[in-house]
């Protein structure tokens, strides 16, 4: 599994239109795809609020449909491009699926479990391990974060600012 | 959720009753019922080979569960009795459901995160922190699990003893 940087980049740009799936129903825009011999066998994204799951995570939304098409909970030879840093259930979630490869868009430093508060893809006692790569396409993997959070709080603060304004 | 130990043995034995489900369909037999007011709202059965499904553990199987009857993701007030301790994206799925308790019957020295390889459900650099107790029907718990295994070894034991024969 050897992509090009191109590739790479191609891979996480659909990762990235699965994280405007998101944002779109005003969720948490992380995507992601899974990727064998060069072509997509799952997609996910965030869809927590809109379908209530706790567990509907991008990874997780993508590794079930993965492992629907390939008919075995194994997704071997298999790389895993996500926009932002797995948290600890996905990150355990893509050992138990034995997937080999991942590949980040950009770090979390809140949640992030493949490098930033814990290293779980890469845990020797654990009998998975996991070659992990981050950075690619890092600005634009960050930046709709970033841009949905602002969003959020503006909407937050605007809500208020009525609230107050129907009691005074 | 201050359950008395006659109450807390009970649900255990309905997480073992789930267990025995898997081990029906010759899977790994961990079980786990989730708790609200002294009521099941979700029950899950370890199902990764019958469903395929890498991620289909026990608790993942409840939660889900539950998160549909509730209509929510956040699974507050409820207290989750399974009969292993919870691995990593078990651990995961607890914090992002909200779930406040978890009580495990034996503990998993090679794949739990709720207190041997990590500590996940008590870590303060998380948003969300659990009380967690175990011993709760210990020995039955971790006797199901070491039948299974032990089961599982005479059997491929006896395949390759067969498979040998069949080749001399």
């Given at each position: 599994?050897?992509?090009?940087?191109?590739e790479?980049?191609?891979?996480?740009?659909e990762?990235?239109r699965e994280?405007g799936?998101?944002?779109d129903?005003?969720?948490?825009p992380?995507?992601?795809?899974?990727?064998k011999?060069?072509q997509?066998i799952?997609?996910?994204h965030?869809?927590?609020e809109?379908?209530n799951?706790?567990?509907?995570h991008a990874e997780?939304m993508?590794?079930?449909?993965?492992?629907?098409?390939e008919?075995?909970?194994?997704?071997?030879d298999?790389?895993?491009?996500?926009?932002?840093?797995?948290?600890?259930?996905c990150?355990g979630?893509?050992g138990?699926?034995?997937?080999p490869?991942?590949i980040?868009?950009a770090?979390?430093?809140?949640?992030?479990?493949a490098?930033s508060?814990?290293?779980i893809?890469?845990?020797?006692?654990l009998?998975h391990?996991?070659?992990?790569?981050?950075?690619?396409?890092?600005?634009?993997?960050?930046?709709?974060?970033?841009?949905?959070?602002?969003?959020?709080?503006?909407?937050?603060?605007?809500?208020?600012?009525m609230?107050d304004?129907d009691?005074?």
């Amino acid at each position: 599994m050897d992509y090009t940087q191109e590739e790479k980049e191609y891979f996480m740009r659909e990762a990235l239109r699965e994280a405007g799936k998101s944002l779109d129903k005003e969720e948490i825009p992380i995507g992601c795809v899974i990727v064998k011999d060069g072509q997509i066998i799952g997609r996910g994204h965030n869809a927590r609020e809109e379908l209530n799951q706790a567990i509907m995570h991008a990874e997780v939304m993508a590794i079930q449909e993965a492992n629907r098409l390939e008919g075995n909970w194994r997704l071997l030879d298999t790389t895993l491009f996500v926009t932002i840093e797995p948290c600890v259930m996905c990150s355990g979630a893509i050992g138990l699926a034995r997937i080999p490869q991942v590949i980040y868009g950009a770090a979390n430093q809140k949640f992030g479990a493949a490098g930033s508060l814990y290293n779980i893809l890469t845990d020797s006692r654990l009998n998975h391990r996991v070659t992990v790569e981050t950075g690619i396409l890092e600005d634009e993997c960050a930046a709709i974060m970033q841009d949905f959070f602002r969003q959020r709080r503006e909407k937050q603060k605007m809500a208020k600012q009525m609230d107050d304004a129907d009691h005074s």
